[in-house]
């Protein structure tokens, strides 16, 4: 059975920083892409950070330099660091595992940051 439980979501202020956290099972994490989404209410998922399973990143662009996404193989775990968070970046984040036959997704954690 696959699974994929997202943790480190909470309330921060603007400007603050979060990790979240997504650790795997019941998949061969090294083979698999590992992404993270977010849904904001009443908005579609969008992609925030992917980690290929060679290590490549991609970001979006309203990301880029704030959200850093890392994997650690030995321990099946991706990680989402966020800094300068604002307030638009509150919303669902959710764990995406994907591979050229199957795409898995986690619980989701939810971020939200306000003053």
């Known amino acids: 059975q696959v699974q994929l439980v997202e943790s480190g979501g909470g309330l921060v202020q603007p400007g603050g920083s979060l990790r979240l956290s997504c650790a795997a099972s019941?998949?061969?994490?090294?083979?698999?892409?590992m992404g993270w989404y977010r849904q904001a209410p009443g908005k579609q998922r969008e992609l925030v950070a992917v980690?290929?399973?060679?290590?490549?990143?991609n970001y979006a662009d309203s990301m880029k330099g704030r959200f850093t996404i890392s994997r650690d193989n030995a321990k099946n775990t991706v990680h989402l660091q966020m800094n300068s968070l604002k307030p638009e970046d509150t919303a669902v984040y959710y764990c995406?595992?994907?591979?050229?036959?199957?795409?898995?997704w986690g619980q989701g954690t939810q971020v939200t940051v306000s003053s």
């Open positions: 019941g998949i061969i994490f090294s083979i698999y892409d």
């Open positions: 995406n595992a994907a591979s050229r036959r199957y795409s898995y």
């Open positions: 980690i290929s399973y060679g290590g490549n990143t």
